[in-house]
């Protein structure tokens, strides 16, 4: 059972399919997908209890991944608010490219090539997982599609070439001759469309698709101030963390966001992590750029490289890293799950 109410039609039809498709006994019985995924092998998988993956409601595919989309020049875009999030690609080589969350909210995944090199930005609302991979494995370069499936609250993407699944938030093979396959997470981040443009002024920003959504709006309202997760029946994180708090997650470490509030400025595990108000929430008001400002953070390493890293809920981090390491600063003993 969701705990939440959402609140938009949209969500609400969501939520319904849910309820229906993730019944007690629907969900943990893989040959009842075998139709759906003829293609896909079941027998391989790290998966133990088959309840864990339910459906999110929208079947294989029916929120569309985008690919090869169409990019205007960063100082002609008119259609974005300067606060809203943006997740900035930047591979040298090519002109930073912008990909707004307005796009990512109603498609999950864009594949795309960036100064040769194949990539998938992705970003899962419900985790607010937002991470770019490289989508070449063992040389051949896989494109990646919506399963429609939940795991912990956090999507399960699927590549078309094997049709295995994969777990989003950890970007590893998850079902399918891909399973324990790793994906390569490149250094990109969040940040508000103001800041990438002041940044960037020759900079390209993702063109809107040509798909009937409403884009700039927030389908998921007031969901990041909500008690608990949706879809979500895992434990809550540790030392009292509320599960939809913000963490920067680098590896198996998380910061904690309120800390890098008050701080600005963390250098702690060889890395430099800075925070800047800005960037406005895009899982709070109806208006994705109107949302309350959540910042945005960078991290770096000790020779100034930007580091790949997450920034998603404390519930997620937990979910998938269960003996992490959450990095509460100096005045609370640093905690190791």
């Given at each position: ?21 993730a ?9 009842l ?14 998966i ?25 020049p ?49 970003f ?14 063992d ?11 939940l ?17 989003q ?5 998850i ?47 007031n ?15 540790p ?6 708090v ?16 008050k ?59 269960p ?15």
């Amino acid at each position: 059972m969701p705990r939440m109410a959402l609140a938009t039609p949209f969500a609400a039809l969501v939520a319904v399919l849910a309820l229906g498709l993730a019944a007690p006994g629907v969900q943990a019985y893989p040959k009842l997908w075998e139709d759906e995924w003829p293609e896909t092998d079941f027998e391989n998988t790290v998966i133990d209890d088959w309840s864990e993956i339910i459906s999110g409601g929208p079947p294989k595919d029916g929120i569309p991944a985008l690919s090869d989309p169409g990019f205007v020049p960063a100082d002609t875009e008119t259609r974005l608010s300067p606060r809203e999030p943006v997740i900035t690609v930047i591979i040298e080589g090519a002109r930073a490219r912008a990909y707004p969350i307005r796009y990512l909210m109603w498609h999950e995944i864009v594949n795309d090539e960036v100064a040769g090199v194949p990539i998938a930005v992705t970003f899962c609302p419900l985790c607010n997982s937002g991470i770019t991979f490289d989508r070449r494995v063992d040389g051949k370069v896989l494109w990646f599609g919506v399963s429609g499936k939940l795991r912990n609250s956090d999507m399960v993407m699927y590549d078309r070439q094997t049709q295995s699944w994969w777990q989003q938030a950890v970007g590893r093979g998850i079902v399918g001759r891909m399973t324990g396959v790793e994906l390569k997470s490149l250094p990109t981040w969040m940040e508000s469309w103001e800041q990438f443009r002041t940044a960037n002024p020759d900079g390209l920003v993702m063109d809107e698709p040509s798909h009937s959504r409403a884009y700039g709006q927030n389908p998921y309202r007031n969901y990041d101030s909500a008690r608990e997760p949706f879809l979500y029946n895992g434990e809550d994180p540790p030392h009292g963390i509320d599960p939809l708090v913000r963490v920067v997650r680098v590896g198996g470490r998380a910061w904690p966001m309120n800390r890098l509030r008050k701080e600005g400025r963390i250098e702690e595990a060889g890395l430099t992590i800075t925070w800047e108000s800005g960037q406005a929430s895009a899982l709070d008001t109806a208006s994705i750029g109107e949302g309350r400002d959540v910042g945005t953070v960078r991290v770096r390493d000790a020779r100034g490289r930007d580091v790949a890293h997450d920034m998603l809920f404390a519930f997620a981090f937990h979910a998938f890293w269960p003996e992490g390491e959450w990095m509460l600063g100096p005045d609370t003993e640093t905690a190791q799950e």
